[in-house]
């Protein structure tokens, strides 16, 4: 008991001593930077349980009904929703896994990520019914700022999960276009441009290179680095002279990883091809068809090609997937009433 007061009694003369004079020489350290995975987990924390009816509406975003199911599954997510916004609009991203385990490295982040991106088109056209076209650009960009964030730094399942979770945000974003205002589609491709750059293939190959450093004692090591250093160096080619290259490689290693880059490879080439046509189908939303003489078909050697539709109109690629050109359908799927659609 004494020992107790005792210690009450110097506690009470620490708090009651005036604060020390700060010395002159102090020096402040530098802030961390905010990390937005940090923001992240905690979106993923707070995403919903779903019912299976729920889980089926979530698996297409784009053409899920606007029913009651639908505003259920947005109303419970709300708090997912704001925390995955908080995170878009953060630059730096750290997902702090573990290199050391290589391959083996655990990626938790990654299929939680996909269901963050999907409930996050879904609130996207939720919003957009309601006549929140703002709200609707939020939620867009914060799904296409989560998808750079995971393809990054690597690994390479980041960067393959990157491209997946952007064509979805795409692809939604295209066939609703015709339901936000002018000045609203204004500030959506502002939005798309000022998203983080993201990674690339070759920049997800380079980055693999962190997860092998401690791999030494894999056999098959030495020749992993030599192919990852090779296949670093091509990646930003076409697909079709990446396709080339690749047959030129001796490694022996390339018989099983090959297959999977080339066809990573066209999958990106794809992705990137339909980002450059939603900007261009901004600008002929804004300024009329005619605005398609001055696009820019990254794999061509002019402008996209244009073709009317009945509900809108339908950009093509020369980029070739699967025997087939890569286009992007925008105006598609008219499920919000036009008065709500005029609304900004």
Not at 108 to 137: D, E
Not at 169 to 181: D, G, N, P
Not at 267 to 291: E, F, N, P, Q
């Amino acid at each position: 008991m004494k020992h107790a007061i005792g210690l009450m009694f110097a506690a009470s003369l620490i708090i009651a001593s005036p604060p020390a004079a700060a010395e002159k020489t102090t020096t402040t350290k530098p802030a961390k930077p905010q990390n937005a995975a940090l923001s992240y987990w905690q979106a993923f924390a707070l995403l919903p349980g779903l019912t299976r009816s729920e889980k089926k509406v979530l698996r297409k975003p784009a053409s899920a009904p606007m029913d009651k199911t639908t505003e259920k599954i947005i109303k419970k997510s709300a708090a997912a929703l704001k925390m995955l916004r908080r995170g878009a609009g953060i630059k730096h991203c750290d997902w702090g896994l573990d290199k050391k385990a290589g391959v083996a490295a655990l990626v938790p982040h990654l299929p939680k990520a996909r269901q963050m991106a999907r409930l996050a088109c879904l609130a996207a056209r939720y919003h957009l019914h309601q006549g929140k076209q703002k709200a609707a650009v939020d939620d867009l960009m914060a799904a296409l700022a989560l998808s750079h964030h995971l393809g990054e730094k690597g690994p390479l399942v980041g960067f393959l999960v990157q491209v997946a979770i952007e064509s979805i945000v795409v692809e939604t974003t295209a066939k609703h276009l015709r339901h936000f205002s002018p000045a609203t589609l204004k500030i959506l491709g502002k939005r798309i441009s000022a998203v983080p750059a993201g990674g690339s293939l070759a920049s997800a190959l380079r980055h693999e290179k962190d997860f092998l450093i401690d791999q030494k004692n894999n056999p098959f090591y030495k020749q992993a680095i030599e192919l990852n250093a090779e296949l670093a160096k091509i990646a930003d080619l076409s697909p079709d002279e990446f396709a080339k290259k690749i047959k030129t490689i001796k490694n022996p290693l390339i018989k099983i990883q090959g297959p999977v880059l080339q066809r990573s490879c066209y999958i990106y080439a794809a992705v990137r091809a339909k980002t450059a046509m939603l900007k261009a189908a901004i600008a002929i939303r804004l300024g009329g068809k005619d605005k398609i003489k001055s696009t820019k078909d990254p794999y061509g050697d002019g402008p996209f090609r244009y073709k009317a539709t009945k509900e809108g109109f339908e950009l093509s690629s020369k980029l070739m997937m699967d025997g087939k050109p890569v286009t992007l359908t925008v105006g598609k799927a008219a499920q919000h009433s036009k008065e709500r659609s005029r609304r900004k």
